[in-house]
């Protein structure tokens, strides 16, 4: 399995809802990012977690939370997002050995988020 | 921290030619780049990618060049095909973290 996959595809929430956005890869590889990608802008890393540990938060809004509860998933919970936050938000995987680093990174199909 | 730029933001050639994208980038320490793909509605697919320690990188029609001395890097496609329209973006990184991308290039192949 060569694939990291996400879900929900789609979806659609008000500003009071509470959401999960979910990533699963079966790969073996230990660090997963989260990354929101705005219409004709390059993705921007939002979290990367390391041997399930949260090493990275890109001085993200605390209405998203991350999750990490084990090596092969990766949730972001969202609540009391603004229309602004809406995007595409991809889920991605590199290995990572330790002492050094596997560079590649592999992205799922994001799932595309409308806030209302 | 990193700063990537990448020119040209779109770029239009008839089938069969080749295109060359550029990109720069400020950190001297980043020592990885990787070029991705991003066809309309689909994900980011790496295409290419080169180390600090090599200055040139083939694969069939697609080749990377690094010019550390410059911090600059470019993407070259040869024979291009209508398949090959689509957003590039090339990234920076450190031992392959903290990826910072480009703000991409629109090409379009045109048959």
């Known amino acids: 399995d060569t694939e990291v996959t996400q879900t929900p595809k789609h979806l659609v929430m008000g500003m009071t809802n509470k959401k999960s956005l979910k990533c699963e890869q079966h790969m073996g590889h230990r660090a997963m990012y989260w990354y929101k990608q705005k219409a004709k802008k390059p993705p921007e890393l939002m979290f990367v977690y390391s041997y399930e540990k949260l090493s990275i938060n890109e001085s993200v809004p605390s209405r998203f939370s991350p999750e990490c509860p084990n090596s092969s998933l990766l949730n972001l919970h969202l609540h009391a997002l603004q229309p602004e936050d809406s995007a595409l938000y991809l889920c991605?995987?590199?290995?990572?050995?330790?002492?050094?680093?596997?560079?590649?990174?592999?992205f799922g199909s994001g799932t595309q988020l409308s806030v209302l | 921290g990193e700063n990537v730029e990448q020119h040209p933001s779109t770029l239009s050639v008839q089938e069969g030619d080749s295109a060359v994208i550029k990109c720069t980038y400020s950190d001297s320490a980043s020592n990885y780049f990787p070029w991705y793909k991003q066809e309309l509605g689909k994900r980011p697919q790496l295409i290419i990618d080169i180390r600090s320690n090599v200055g040139e990188k083939k694969d069939q029609r697609i080749a990377v060049t690094l010019n550390k001395t410059a911090k600059h890097f470019s993407l070259h496609i040869t024979e291009t095909q209508p398949e090959d329209s689509a957003v590039y973006f090339c990234?920076?990184?450190?031992?392959?973290?903290?990826?910072?991308f480009g703000p991409g290039t629109r090409l379009s192949v045109l048959p």
């Open positions: 990234a920076a990184s450190i031992l392959g973290q903290n990826f910072v």
């Open positions: 991605a995987s590199s290995q990572k050995d330790r002492g050094w680093a596997n560079e590649k990174l592999f």
